[in-house]
């Protein structure tokens, strides 16, 4: 991969408006994967600087997503190789931690999703906002066990549509709504499932915009809200809230009005006393003053 194959990696991360945050990151590290093999570099030491100097910025490209930060973190950690290591062996060593993270984000994924299966159990009504992975693994999980969804179709590019799409080709009966009108379906539900790009260590949790609103309106109805991501969206204690990522005002297909500012932020916070649990491939954590 040379640098201006690289570069272009680094704008299709940063411009990808489709995938959620454990796809990204798994794509980052099949970049740097086709890195390891192709990076120009005479020694093993060369190869380890040029690779982590590639992973740094790749890790930079989405800073609301922390398993794009976690994940090639990890893959960092593990580009130290035994002095005897000579440079194909190296390539190999970095290409086989790359494969091994992306098989353990994929697992984590599907694990994620039983636990919340479990917990939800059959015949529910469930509510959800933007599209989660682990969230459509758990829709295939219950599908033909009663389930049945209320989805938003999470504006501006209204990711909402794809999961309805893709429900309405399983046969789950489905209700799709504009996000405005939240407030009025929560109330129509068992629960609240949604993913999430970050979970900061007080249980926060960072995701598409809208999310805190149905937080909000689902404990004002004693709906229970629930999130479930892998443990590798969870950021560290001491880490610094992430950049809540802000996209082209053009998404939103207004005119050009003199004296008006276009926002579009893309990802809210939802505080962690409006999460009622969090489900990861663990388990289920539940608040300290919860079940």
């Keep these: 991969m040379n640098l201006t194959q690289f570069n272009l990696a680094l704008v ?17 590290l099949l970049i740097l994967a086709e890195a390891a093999r192709a990076e120009p570099a005479g020694s093993v030491v060369e190869l380890q600087k040029r690779l982590s100097a590639l992973s740094a910025e ?7 997503m922390a398993p794009v930060q976690n994940l090639l973190r990890r893959w960092r950690e593990a580009l130290t190789f035994a002095e005897e290591a000579d440079l194909a062996t190296a390539r190999r060593m970095a ?19 039983v636990r919340a299966a479990d917990l939800l159990g059959c015949g529910r009504t469930v509510m959800t906002h933007s599209l989660s992975s682990t969230v459509v693994e758990v829709c295939r999980l219950l599908g033909g066990q009663g389930l049945r969804m209320i989805i938003t179709e999470s504006r501006p590019l209204m990711e909402g549509r794809r999961l309805a ?20 379906f929560v109330a129509e539900a068992d629960a609240v499932l949604v993913g999430a790009d970050s979970v900061l260590a007080d249980g926060a949790v960072v995701n598409k915009t809208g999310t805190g609103l149905l937080a909000l309106a689902a404990r004002d109805r004693g709906v229970p809200f629930y999130v479930c991501c892998e443990s590798f969206k969870w950021r560290a204690p001491g880490q610094p809230p992430p950049e809540l ?4 005002p ?23 006393r409006l999460v009622s649990a969090w489900i990861d491939e663990t388990g289920v954590r539940w608040p300290e003053t919860g079940p």
């Design 250 to 272: 053009a998404e939103l297909e207004t005119p050009d009005w003199p004296g008006v500012t276009v926002r579009n932020v893309y990802f809210d916070l939802t505080p962690g």
């Design 12 to 28: 299709e991360i940063r411009e990808d408006r489709t995938h959620g945050a454990s796809e990204l990151a798994r794509r980052c």
């Design 245 to 248: 990522e802000e996209m082209a």
């Design 165 to 184: 799409e893709q429900l309405s080709i399983w046969g789950t009966p489905t209700t799709f709504i504009t996000d405005a009108q939240m407030g009025l």
């Design 95 to 113: 290409v086989e931690r790359a494969e091994v993270l992306i098989a353990a984000s994929r697992q984590a994924v599907l694990d994620c999703a």
């Design 58 to 64: 790749l890790a930079q490209t989405r800073p609301s």
